[in-house]
């Protein structure tokens, strides 16, 4: 069967309708795509409209007001039926997304991209009892998927890799390629390996939690934001770039590396940080503060797309 061009993909189905599917099917449907939602969960229904009706209204401030169709289906099958790719947001265990990804490989036509959310886990292992292993990839994007651009892939082949970054950016995201397949990709892991030092300052009594995540947001995140590590250290080596960086300033990193710490999150640990936060929350709600983050991811895109003078992906 002849592979699905990007631009003919209308139908998606969405599998797994928690905070994350039902995020992508914000971003599906603003973008004029048809959304079949599918979770076995009672009363999903109300419960991911509510979700969708929020995030649309956020990408509305983006300028995408996409008028796709979303319907919900109690039978894998339904769903599936005339879907034109698939997003898979099961739990992170591996037997359901192995039943899963085997049950929706058995049912869909072989030209049907199955891409699976996971954000720790092999493609080797989750696609272990697929009958058509090659076109099932895992496409791992940043919490919330509808505002955050990334989408990390990890696919059997370079033309699988390829068809699906070419979906992924019709939608306004940002595909990455793993060359092979890593524990945490490759987002993870560079946060995780900020994070070990974040708990290790907290651990050696260095800063308070507040200031810590101050220190990143109004120094080196504000950067990032803009260009990755290796770019911006690029530019800190001056007209020699990164080789007189490297050359010159190198040797101050590997100081550096050697005096980073490897914390346990002992009981102790665990306890000042859960003070810390709560110190640095001032009493808001996870919901506020998830809405506050939000409001500043929109300002963040919207600044980014105004400096690049582009206008945001309306399909």
């Known amino acids: 069967m002849t592979a699905i061009e990007t631009d003919e993909i209308?139908?998606?189905?969405?599998?797994?309708?928690g905070t994350l599917g039902a995020s992508w099917a914000a971003l599906f449907l603003a973008h004029g795509l048809d959304v079949a939602a599918y979770d076995p969960a009672p009363g999903f229904e109300a419960r991911t409209a509510a979700a969708v009706e929020a995030a649309r209204a956020q990408l509305a401030e983006l300028g995408l007001r996409g008028a796709g169709t979303l319907r919900f289906h109690a039978k894998l099958a339904d769903a599936l039926a005339g879907a034109d790719f698939v997003q898979e947001n099961a739990p992170e265990n591996e037997a359901v997304k192995r039943a899963l990804l085997a049950e929706a490989d058995r049912l869909l036509p072989p030209a049907i991209l199955i891409a699976s959310s996971t954000s720790a886990m092999l493609r080797s292992a989750i696609v272990a009892d697929c009958a058509r292993p090659e076109r099932v990839l895992v496409a791992h994007p940043f919490h919330p998927p509808h505002l955050v651009p990334l989408v990390e892939i990890v696919a059997a082949t370079p033309e699988v890799a390829a068809r699906a970054g070419a979906f992924y950016a019709r939608l306004g995201r940002r595909p990455v390629v793993l060359n092979r397949e890593m524990p945490g990709h490759i987002a993870n892991r560079l946060a995780s390996a900020l994070y070990r030092e974040a708990v290790n300052l907290v651990a050696e009594g260095v800063a308070s939690v507040a200031d810590i995540?101050?220190?990143?947001?109004?120094?080196?995140?504000?950067?990032?934001?803009?260009?990755?590590p290796h770019m911006t250290y690029h530019l800190g080596g001056g007209a020699g770039g990164i080789r007189h960086y490297l050359?010159?300033?190198g040797p101050s990193q590997v100081r550096r590396w050697a005096?980073?710490?490897?914390?346990d999150l002992t009981e102790d640990v665990k306890?000042?940080?859960?003070?810390?936060?709560?110190?640095?929350?001032g009493g808001r709600s996870v919901e506020a503060l998830a809405a506050r983050r939000?409001?500043?991811?929109?300002?963040?895109?919207?600044a980014r797309i105004e400096v690049a003078g582009e206008a945001p992906n309306r399909s």
Not at 11 to 16: C, N
Not at 294 to 301: F, G, H, Q, S, T
Request: proline share 4%; hydrophobic share 50%.
């Open 10 to 17: 209308q139908r998606v189905a969405v599998l797994g309708c």
């Open 213 to 228: 995540d101050a220190a990143l947001c109004n120094g080196p995140g504000l950067r990032w934001a803009a260009m990755g």
């Open 247 to 249: 050359d010159h300033l």
């Open 259 to 263: 005096s980073l710490g490897n914390p």
């Open 271 to 281: 306890d000042r940080i859960v003070a810390g936060i709560a110190d640095e929350a």
């Open 294 to 302: 939000d409001a500043a991811l929109i300002a963040i895109l919207g």
